[in-house]
C-alpha cells in the first residue's frame, strides 16, 4: 500500500520532521537526501514508533525495518552491558553473528541465506564486539532482513564498508529493490542508487523539494553547500591558527617494528614495519577487518597488545615507565570506537571541553581561555544553542562533529581519524574535510587518516600504509608508499 504524509510534524531531541505533502506509492522506491540534520534517525523513529508526531502519517499494517547507525550504536551498548569478562577465563566477545540474525527471524534457512548474501560466512562465529565498523553494518543488515519486512529503512548503508563490500552491497539492494521497497537516505552523491525512482529533498529538517533521478543529477544544491562549507571552513581554520602552538619531538614520531596482532583464534596482521617521521601525513588503507583501527589503537595506547609489540613513539619506548596520559596529550583521536566510549552525559561544551584532558567526560576546572575555545568551536559548528545540551540527547551527526572538534582543539602532534565522517550529513562532511585539508596542508597536525571513499582523500597526505592479505600466512601484511 502507498504511505502519505500529509500536515506532518514530528519532533526529535534536537531537530524537527516537517512535511507537507508526500506520498510514497507502493513499489516505488526513493532516496532522501538533507542538506543539514539526520533526517534518517528522525524517520526511522517515526516508521519505529519512538517518535510521535502531528498530523496524518498513513501506513497501514506494512512491517517496517531499518538499519542506521543509531540502531548499531544501540546494539553495541546492549552487547557491552552483557559483557561477562570479568566471570570467564577468556574475553568475552559478545554474541555470536549467527545468533543476531538467527533471534530476528528463528528461520535457520533465511538465516545461513542472509549470511551468504551479506558475506558474513567468515565471521558467523565471531562475537559481535570484535567486528570492524563495515563488518558491523552488514550484520545490522541481515537482522533487518531477517525481519522479512515489506518497507525498509536504509540510513546511510554504505558507511563504514570497504570498496568491495559498497560495489557488492550496491547489486545485493538493486536486486533486493524488486521485491522489497526501500527508502534510502544519502549524504554523498556517490551512494545514490541507480535503481531509485525519487528523491526528496530535505533542509533543516523541512520537505522542499520531490524530484525524480534525472532532476537529482542536474541539482545546483551541491555547488551551493559546497561553497558553504568553504566559507566555514576557512573561519574554523582561523580559529586554529589564532590559538596555534608546536610542540617537538625528533625522529621518529612513531616506530613499530615486525608488529603482530593475534587472537586465540586467528591472527589479524604481521611483520608490520612502519616509521612516521616529523611533517608525514598518513593514509591507513585496506578492506574491513584487516586491523586498521586496530593499529591506530595501539598507537593510541589503547589496544592491549601495543605493550607486547616494539613500539616508540614520542621518543620514549612504549612500556617503559611513561603513563598513557603522557602519550595522550600529544594525541587527538576520532573514531567509532571513541564515539561508543563517550556514554557520559556531560553537556556538548564540556565535550570539546574534554580534549584539553583527554577525558572521556570533564572531570578538571578548564580555564577561561579553553572555556573561550570551545564555545568559538560550538559557534563555528553552529552548535551554540546546544552549550549545555547532554551529549546523548544530540543526534548522531552532531555529537560526531563534537567529537571531531575535541579531537583538534588542543592541536595534537598527531591527530588519528578512523572514518571520521561517519554519521555527518552533506554539509558537515563538506566542512570537516575541507578543514582537515588546510590542517594538513599547514602541517598544523599530522594526520594519520582511514576513509573507504577515494572521494574522501587528501591531497595534502602522500603517503600510504595499505593493508593486503597473506593467503600463505593467512592474515595481512602491509605495503608502504611514501610521496
Known amino acids: 500500500m502507498d504511505i502519505n504524509f500529509n500536515r506532518f510534524a514530528a519532533e526529535g531531541a534536537t531537530s524537527t520532521l516537517s512535511i507537507e505533502s508526500w506520498t510514497i506509492a507502493h513499489a516505488e522506491s526513493w532516496a532522501v537526501f538533507s542538506t543539514e540534520g539526520d533526517i534518517g534517525s528522525l524517520l526511522g523513529g517515526v516508521f519505529g514508533g519512538t517518535i510521535t508526531f502531528q498530523g496524518e502519517l498513513v501506513k497501514g499494517d506494512l512491517k517496517i525495518s531499518q538499519v542506521s547507525l543509531v540502531e548499531q550504536q544501540k546494539l553495541l551498548e546492549q552487547e557491552r552491558e552483557k559483557d561477562d569478562t570479568d566471570f570467564l577465563d577468556r574475553i568475552d566477545t559478545g554474541t555470536r ?103 526528496a529533498m530535505f533542509e533543516r529538517g523541512k520537505l522542499v ?141 564540556d565535550v570539546i571541553l574534554s580534549g584539553f584532558y583527554d577525558s572521556i567526560g570533564l572531570y578538571s576546572q578548564p580555564s577561561i581561555q579553553e572555556q573561550t575555545i570551545a564555545r568559538e568551536w560550538l559557534d563555528i559548528l553552529h552548535m551554540s544553542q546546544y552549550v549545555k545540551t547532554p551529549f546523548r540527547k544530540l543526534e548522531y551527526g552532531q555529537q560526531r562533529l563534537l567529537l571531531i572538534a575535541r579531537a583538534i582543539v588542543k592541536q595534537p602532534t598527531l591527530l588519528i581519524l578512523d572514518e571520521p565522517y561517519q554519521g555527518l550529513d552533506y554539509l558537515g562532511r563538506r566542512l570537516m574535510k575541507n578543514t582537515l585539508e588546510l590542517i594538513a596542508r599547514e602541517n598544523l597536525s599530522q594526520l594519520l587518516y582511514v576513509s573507504h571513499y577515494q572521494d574522501d582523500e587528501l591531497e595534502s597526505i602522500r603517503n600510504s600504509l595499505t593493508f593486503v592479505y597473506d593467503e600463505c600466512r593467512q592474515c595481512y601484511r602491509t605495503q608502504l608508499e611514501k610521496g
Not at 586498521?292 to 615507565?321: A, E, V
Request: aromatic residues 8%; contains cysteine; charged residues 25%.
Open 209 to 349: 523539494e520531490l524530484i525524480d533521478k534525472a532532476g537529482w543529477d542536474n541539482h545546483p544544491i551541491i555547488q551551493q553547500i559546497a561553497s558553504q562549507s568553504e566559507q566555514q571552513s576557512e573561519e574554523m581554520m582561523a580559529l586554529i591558527r589564532r590559538y596555534q602552538h608546536n610542540t617537538l619531538f625528533e625522529n621518529p614520531i612513531f616506530e613499530l617494528k615486525n608488529g603482530k596482532v593475534e587472537y586465540t583464534e586467528k591472527t589479524i596482521f604481521t611483520d608490520v614495519n612502519w616509521r612516521i617521521d616529523k611533517g608525514e601525513h598518513w593514509q591507513v588503507k585496506g578492506p574491513n577487518g584487516c586491523g586498521k583501527s586496530t593499529i591506530l589503537g595501539m598507537i593510541f595506547g589503547d589496544h592491549p597488545q601495543c605493550y607486547s609489540n616494539d613500539i616508540h613513539i614520542f621518543g620514549k619506548k612504549r612500556g617503559s615507565g611513561e603513563t598513557v596520559w603522557e602519550i595522550k596529550k600529544h594525541i587527538g583521536m576520532v573514531s567509532s570506537a571513541l564515539h561508543l566510549q563517550y556514554r557520559v552525559n556531560c553537556t556538548a561544551l
Open 97 to 199: 553473528v549467527y545468533d543476531l540474525v538467527f533471534e530476528q527471524c528463528e528461520d535457520a534457512a533465511l538465516t545461513q541465506q542472509l549470511i551468504e548474501d551479506l558475506d558474513l560466512r567468515d565471521l558467523e562465529e565471531s562475537g559481535f564486539r570484535v567486528l570492524s565498523t563495515g563488518e558491523t553494518r552488514r550484520v545490522m543488515l541481515a537482522r533487518a532482513l531477517a525481519e522479512k519486512p515489506d518497507f525498509l529503512v536504509l540510513d546511510n548503508p554504505f558507511a563504514g564498508l570497504d570498496i568491495a563490500h559498497r560495489q557488492s552491497l550496491a547489486d545485493y539492494l538493486e536486486k533486493l529493490s524488486e521485491s522489497v521497497q526501500m527508502l534510502v537516505v544519502f549524504a554523498r552523491e556517490e551512494d545514490l542508487p541507480n535503481w531509485v525512482d525519487h528523491v
